[in-house]
């Protein structure tokens, strides 16, 4: 009985801490294989694993990631976890904040400098009163020796 009060103890208090923290900021967070590719020929390319979307082909691939923050919610940074593993292309991911029409509203393209085995962050962080929904499209490196780039997560942090 002792140890079901103190599960249900820590479940409360764990939801209350939970809703606290998420009354100032919201953090959306996405699996890389939610990505899709632009077109047929670009579907070709890629392929899909716990890592998210990753390029297979000995040419670059693109893919387009969506995401939603919370509706009204100021996008005040934008991250993405990808793996570059092509020594002469870095991996680039433009991040775009819309308006309900799908104008920009603002974006940015960063990109990795260099490659290697771990795994690295591209961030941005919009201008103030970024509100809207998010797209990202990223263009991944070639196949590298049987090292594939992927793309892993990306998440939108927002305030309500």
């Given at each position: 009985?002792?140890?079901?009060?103190?599960s249900?103890?820590?479940v409360?208090?764990?939801?209350i801490?939970v809703a606290a923290g998420?009354?100032?900021a919201a953090?959306?967070?996405y699996?890389g294989?939610?990505?899709?590719?632009?077109?047929?020929?670009e579907d070709?390319k890629?392929g899909y694993?716990q890592f998210?979307?990753?390029?297979n082909?000995?040419?670059?691939a693109s893919?387009?990631c969506?995401?939603?923050p919370?509706?009204?919610s100021?996008?005040?940074?934008?991250?993405?976890?990808?793996?570059d593993?092509?020594a002469?292309t870095n991996?680039?991911?433009t991040?775009?904040?819309?308006?309900n029409d799908?104008?920009?509203l603002a974006?940015?393209?960063p990109?990795?400098?260099?490659?290697?085995?771990?795994?690295?962050l591209?961030n941005?962080?919009p201008?103030?009163?970024?509100?809207?929904?998010f797209?990202m499209g990223?263009t991944?490196?070639p196949?590298?020796?049987?090292?594939?780039?992927?793309?892993?997560t990306?998440?939108?942090?927002?305030n309500?």
């Amino acid at each position: 009985m002792r140890k079901l009060i103190k599960s249900i103890s820590a479940v409360v208090l764990s939801g209350i801490a939970v809703a606290a923290g998420t009354a100032s900021a919201a953090h959306n967070g996405y699996s890389g294989t939610l990505c899709n590719p632009i077109n047929s020929t670009e579907d070709a390319k890629i392929g899909y694993s716990q890592f998210g979307v990753q390029n297979n082909a000995s040419s670059t691939a693109s893919v387009e990631c969506g995401g939603l923050p919370n509706v009204g919610s100021d996008i005040f940074n934008v991250q993405a976890t990808v793996y570059d593993r092509n020594a002469a292309t870095n991996l680039c991911c433009t991040m775009r904040v819309l308006n309900n029409d799908g104008l920009f509203l603002a974006s940015s393209t960063p990109c990795t400098v260099g490659s290697g085995a771990a795994s690295m962050l591209l961030n941005w962080v919009p201008p103030v009163n970024a509100a809207g929904s998010f797209d990202m499209g990223c263009t991944i490196p070639p196949n590298q020796a049987g090292s594939v780039s992927h793309v892993t997560t990306y998440r939108i942090q927002s305030n309500p």
